[in-house]
């Protein structure tokens, strides 16, 4: 069965800190991609998806970025975090076929 | 501009009764349609889905409807039970077309179910 892994948990970081989420998947080859964003009290806003290796699509313009080292691992990153990229961020796949996508735990970003 | 809205923040039902999370959407470009569930801290939960080629939708305690004249589905809960509060995603995909099968959600329903 396949499952999606996010680390950390949880993270603080101060304002200025780069960051790095990871997020991979395992038992499944070529999955699409997805990183999400739940600020507080809104919904779930889409920030970049990957449908391959070095392929990455930007939903949103921001001081974060991501990448796809390998099929299936996803990073976010940031070189200088503020105030306002505190949130919950997800990373879900989709398998080939259908348009569900499925969900990691999530990592609580606070930037202080 | 928000394509996908569910105008209720909140719902509170008692358990054994019914719960109806609505959801309006605005593209009509979307032909598939997710209900996701979400408890504090943790990602969202596939719950059930619908095709635009379809009205309803059933699993167990779970149906969702469709209309795409109104350009409105509802999610019905039958009983509700108090683990089932939590807070509902709609969300829409306008498939392969253009999209690359992107979701587009809507901002939650919190559903609580009092025993």
């Known amino acids: 069965s396949q499952t999606i892994h996010q680390w950390p948990a949880t993270l603080v970081q101060p304002v200025g800190s780069p960051l790095s989420l990871e997020c991979t998947v395992e038992?499944?080859?070529?999955?699409?991609l997805y990183w999400y964003r739940q600020a507080a009290g809104r919904g779930l806003q889409l920030l970049f998806y990957?449908?391959?290796?070095?392929?990455i699509s930007s939903e949103v313009p921001q001081n974060l970025s991501a990448s796809r080292p390998q099929d299936r691992q996803f990073i976010l990153s940031s070189k200088k975090l503020l105030l306002s990229d505190s949130g919950f961020y997800l990373c879900?796949?989709?398998?080939?076929?259908?348009?569900?996508?499925?969900f990691g735990p999530g990592t609580r970003l606070t930037v202080l | 501009d928000q394509q996908v809205k569910q105008n209720s923040p909140s719902l509170s039902v008692q358990e054994g009764r019914i719960s109806i999370l609505n959801c309006d959407y605005t593209?009509?470009?979307?032909?598939?349609f997710l209900w996701y569930k979400k408890y504090p801290a943790e990602g969202p939960t596939f719950l059930i889905s619908?095709?635009?080629?379809?009205d309803k939708n059933e699993d167990g305690r779970f149906t969702v409807f469709l209309n795409k004249s109104a350009k409105h589905l509802s999610l019905h809960i039958v009983p509700s039970q108090p683990g089932d509060s939590a807070v509902y995603f709609c969300?829409?995909?306008?498939?392969?077309?253009?999209?690359?099968?992107?979701?587009?959600f809507g901002k939650g329903t919190l559903l609580t179910v009092n025993p």
């Open positions: 879900a796949w989709r398998p080939g076929g259908t348009d569900t996508q499925y």
């Open positions: 038992g499944t080859s070529n999955p699409n």
């Open positions: 990957s449908v391959g290796i070095g392929q």
């Open positions: 593209n009509s470009m979307f032909d598939y």
């Open positions: 619908i095709s635009s080629i379809k």
């Open positions: 969300a829409a995909s306008a498939g392969s077309g253009g999209s690359n099968y992107k979701l587009t």
